[in-house]
């Protein structure tokens, strides 16, 4: 055996990450240098006291263990080199080479060992898997139980973000709570953010609306510390996106929003957004804790060491100076609407919209695909605001008064967004009309139904040009003898009703508001019906109707009533003049025995006769009944 073993595609876990690289054993030490990183890692051979051999996901792998309690892991090896390695282990190091296998049960009950910079939960003395306590980021405890969060790699496609212990109560140590005792331990080694030295500034007790409580907020070089009364938390200056100051609605108060990726967890909530409510009556004096050299070196002529003002001014201004990459967006309008269950503020902005703030929402208009004006459902008083981006997701924002259709149909248009409902002029005209009785939706419904009518016009025409069947001769008749029908048509003629109900009529009939629109003959006045008059007698077509009703059903099983009516009009076209004619004749009547309820029979009678005799009158009541 030589004097160096040497192995190539061996590869080291970075939190998540497989890097491959080439390691090589030596009598002097273990050197590995990652492909992708140039990382060198040598240890000493003098240093090495253990050395396990074990079955991993990407074949065999070594766990190498320091005096100075620093481990190493590398994998990638085959069933074969154990021999050889164990060998030179033995001959060099005089280490033995000690295979331990892994419990692969699945059980999620175990014990949690610290060794070193390692925590492993073991089932029955085989490790399940083992944690480096230098990727853990945060560690948060709760009622018997303990949170790990880790650093992420961005070279990573999935990544680990948290792991939670339960931790039994102790029976036997009452004196030291076993949950803090767990915390203690990963706090000892992991990388987590430590309050070192004094803050630059602190401000007491501001308002929180996400997360909700009061916290005080110290400001750190590298971070940014919330300390409430249940909760607290460190945030780095790396993880906030960008920074928006808002005006309320009442114009006495304002909003400042701090975007977050990754956010912040209360449990099993995450929080993106960091609202923060301040009056704008509240002022401060303001000192930072840093001599008047550092604070110009440091933030340039960005702040001084001695500030006043109003208090959202001086975190806004201490926020921008730390986080210097990041601009502050600045709302001055805003409007007033819902978003799902609760009620809030919806900012338009010079790149995007921002809601505050249950659930706080931000939209760039990079993501947004297109949007549409809605009616609302409630009331013809608001409209609805549908956002929907380019991943499919669609956001409501409803409940807008009718008043901000204008300004906001306005900075859409400017912001060249894709409005989805643009096809009808009637849009454009309302976003800059002052009238405040226009109605978008309504116009767009009336355009709807005139090209319905025109296509129904168009039907008519193409099949109704035989003289001896022309439904529309029988309107006035139709009108006169349902009087619901021909009041409803002269509706658009009385002025006393309310917007509201003219609105429901419309929508109900939207090809008859269509047709009142038109400029047309004005009606003749109607005659008042006489109540004791007699009937005119039936047309041609209706009387043909009756006697071929039943053929017509015979002849289609199952036919509905709406469908026989079609099918006796495309008949009635298709029959020749002179069999139209022949139905139009008086003989055509037909000579109807009728019989009274007392059992007497009476004498038939003629349709066509003179209807002015009383008489005559009272048989074609008879008649005009279905009696055979």
Same mark, same amino acid.
């Given at each position: 055996?030589?004097? @160096?073993?040497?192995?190539?595609?061996?590869?080291?876990?970075?939190?998540?990450?497989?890097?491959?690289?080439?390691?090589?054993?030596?009598?002097?030490?273990?050197?590995?240098?990652?492909?992708?990183?140039?990382?060198?890692?040598?240890?000493?051979?003098? %240093?090495?006291?253990?050395?396990?051999? =074990?079955?991993?996901?990407?074949?065999?792998?070594?766990?190498?263990?320091?005096?100075?309690?620093?481990?190493?892991?590398?994998?990638?090896?085959?069933?074969?080199?154990?021999?050889?390695?164990?060998?030179?282990?033995?001959?060099?190091?005089?280490?033995?080479?000690?295979?331990?296998?892994?419990?692969?049960? !699945?059980?999620?009950?175990?014990?949690?060992?610290?060794?070193?910079?390692?925590?492993?939960?073991?089932?029955?003395?085989?490790?399940? #898997?083992?944690?480096?306590?230098?990727?853990?980021?945060?560690?948060?405890? !709760?009622?018997?139980?303990?949170?790990?969060?880790?650093?992420?790699?961005?070279?990573?496609?999935?990544?680990?973000?948290?792991?939670?212990?339960?931790?039994?109560?102790?029976?036997?140590?009452?004196?030291?709570?076993?949950? $803090?005792?767990?915390?203690?331990?990963?706090?000892?080694?992991?990388?987590?953010?430590?309050? @070192?030295?004094?803050?630059?500034?602190?401000?007491?007790?501001?308002?929180?609306?996400? &997360?909700?409580?009061?916290?005080?907020?110290?400001?750190?070089?590298?971070?940014?510390?919330?300390?409430?009364?249940?909760?607290?938390?460190?945030?780095?200056?790396?993880?906030?996106?960008?920074?928006?100051?808002?005006?309320?609605?009442?114009?006495?108060?304002?909003?400042?929003?701090?975007?977050?990726? &990754? &956010?912040?967890?209360?449990?099993?909530?995450?929080?993106?957004?960091?609202?923060?409510?301040? *009056?704008? +009556? $509240? /002022?401060?004096?303001?000192?930072?804790?840093?001599?008047?050299?550092?604070?110009?070196?440091? #933030?340039?002529?960005?702040?001084?060491?001695?500030?006043?003002?109003?208090?959202?001014?001086?975190?806004?201004?201490?926020?921008?100076?730390?986080?210097?990459?990041?601009?502050?967006?600045?709302?001055?309008?805003?409007?007033?609407?819902?978003?799902?269950?609760?009620?809030?503020?919806?900012?338009?902005?010079?790149?995007?919209?921002?809601?505050?703030?249950?659930?706080?929402?931000?939209?760039?208009?990079?993501?947004? *695909?297109?949007?549409?004006?809605?009616?609302?459902?409630?009331?013809?008083?608001?409209?609805?605001? %549908?956002?929907?981006?380019?991943?499919?997701?669609?956001?409501?924002?409803?409940?807008?008064?009718?008043?901000?259709?204008?300004?906001?149909?306005?900075?859409?248009?400017?912001?060249?967004?894709?409005?989805?409902?643009?096809?009808?002029?009637?849009?454009?005209?309302?976003?800059?009309?002052?009238?405040?009785?226009?109605?978008?939706?309504?116009?767009?419904?009336?355009?709807?139904?005139?090209?319905?009518?025109?296509?129904?016009?168009?039907? /008519?025409?193409?099949?109704?040009?035989?003289?001896?069947?022309?439904?529309?001769?029988?309107?006035?008749?139709?009108?006169?003898?349902?009087?619901?029908?021909?009041?409803?048509?002269?509706?658009?003629?009385?002025?006393?009703?309310?917007?509201?109900?003219?609105?429901?009529?419309?929508?109900?009939?939207?090809?008859?508001?269509?047709? $009142?629109?038109?400029?047309?003959?004005? =009606?003749? +006045?109607?005659?008042?019906?006489? @109540?004791? !008059?007699?009937?005119? &007698?039936?047309?041609?077509?209706?009387?043909?109707?009756?006697? *071929?009703?039943?053929?017509?059903?015979?002849?289609?099983?199952?036919?509905?009533?709406?469908?026989?009516?079609?099918?006796?009009?495309?008949?009635?076209?298709?029959?020749?003049?002179?069999?139209?004619?022949?139905?139009?004749?008086?003989? *055509?009547?037909?000579?109807?025995?009728?019989?009274?309820?007392?059992?007497?029979?009476?004498?038939?009678?003629? =349709?066509?006769?003179?209807?002015?005799?009383?008489?005559?009158?009272?048989?074609?009541?008879?008649?005009?009944?279905?009696?055979?």
């Amino acid at each position: 055996m030589g004097d @160096t073993l040497e192995f190539n595609e061996i590869y080291q876990e970075v939190k998540g990450s497989w890097n491959d690289g080439r390691l090589r054993f030596s009598k002097q030490n273990v050197v590995y240098k990652s492909s992708k990183t140039g990382k060198v890692d040598s240890i000493p051979a003098g %240093e090495l006291n253990m050395a396990q051999w =074990r079955r991993v996901c990407l074949g065999h792998g070594i766990k190498l263990g320091t005096s100075t309690g620093h481990i190493y892991k590398y994998d990638g090896f085959r069933d074969t080199d154990f021999e050889k390695i164990s060998e030179f282990f033995k001959t060099n190091y005089k280490v033995e080479l000690a295979e331990k296998d892994m419990c692969v049960k !699945g059980w999620n009950w175990g014990t949690a060992k610290f060794s070193g910079p390692l925590l492993s939960f073991d089932i029955n003395d085989n490790t399940a #898997f083992e944690i480096p306590l230098s990727n853990v980021s945060q560690c948060a405890t !709760g009622k018997n139980e303990v949170t790990l969060e880790f650093h992420q790699n961005d070279d990573t496609e999935v990544s680990l973000m948290e792991v939670r212990f339960y931790v039994p109560p102790s029976q036997s140590d009452e004196r030291q709570d076993p949950v $803090e005792a767990f915390a203690q331990n990963v706090l000892s080694k992991a990388d987590v953010i430590q309050a @070192t030295g004094d803050a630059v500034c602190i401000f007491k007790e501001l308002q929180c609306l996400t &997360p909700r409580g009061r916290y005080d907020i110290r400001i750190y070089p590298t971070f940014l510390h919330l300390h409430g009364k249940t909760f607290d938390y460190k945030i780095p200056y790396t993880t906030v996106l960008r920074l928006f100051l808002l005006p309320h609605k009442d114009q006495r108060q304002m909003f400042f929003v701090i975007s977050l990726d &990754p &956010p912040i967890k209360q449990g099993q909530t995450r929080y993106h957004f960091l609202i923060l409510l301040f *009056s704008k +009556e $509240e /002022d401060i004096n303001l000192t930072l804790n840093m001599s008047e050299e550092d604070v110009e070196r440091r #933030f340039e002529g960005k702040l001084s060491k001695n500030m006043s003002g109003s208090l959202y001014e001086m975190v806004s201004r201490v926020m921008k100076a730390l986080v210097p990459s990041t601009n502050i967006h600045s709302g001055a309008q805003c409007i007033t609407c819902s978003y799902k269950a609760s009620s809030g503020l919806l900012y338009p902005l010079e790149r995007g919209f921002i809601y505050v703030h249950k659930p706080p929402v931000h939209l760039r208009f990079e993501e947004i *695909s297109c949007v549409n004006f809605a009616r609302g459902t409630t009331t013809t008083r608001s409209f609805d605001f %549908e956002i929907e981006t380019k991943q499919g997701n669609q956001y409501t924002f409803s409940s807008i008064e009718r008043e901000e259709y204008g300004k906001l149909f306005d900075f859409v248009n400017a912001k060249k967004l894709n409005i989805k409902n643009r096809g009808f002029k009637e849009i454009d005209e309302y976003s800059d009309s002052d009238d405040d009785q226009h109605d978008a939706y309504l116009e767009r419904m009336k355009a709807e139904g005139k090209i319905r009518e025109e296509g129904n016009d168009s039907d /008519d025409s193409d099949g109704g040009s035989d003289e001896s069947f022309n439904p529309g001769e029988e309107d006035d008749d139709i009108a006169e003898e349902y009087d619901s029908n021909a009041s409803a048509s002269d509706s658009s003629d009385e002025g006393s009703e309310s917007e509201d109900e003219s609105a429901k009529k419309k929508k109900a009939k939207k090809a008859k508001v269509v047709k $009142e629109k038109k400029e047309k003959k004005p =009606r003749k +006045e109607k005659k008042q019906k006489d @109540t004791g !008059g007699p009937k005119r &007698p039936m047309s041609a077509y209706m009387l043909w109707l009756n006697s *071929s009703r039943e053929r017509i059903k015979a002849d289609n099983p199952g036919i509905s009533i709406t469908e026989i009516s079609k099918k006796a009009g495309e008949m009635w076209r298709q029959l020749g003049k002179d069999e139209k004619e022949s139905w139009s004749k008086p003989d *055509s009547q037909e000579q109807t025995l009728v019989t009274s309820d007392s059992g007497e029979e009476k004498l038939p009678f003629n =349709r066509q006769k003179s209807r002015t005799d009383p008489d005559s009158w009272r048989m074609a009541v008879y008649l005009d009944q279905d009696v055979t």
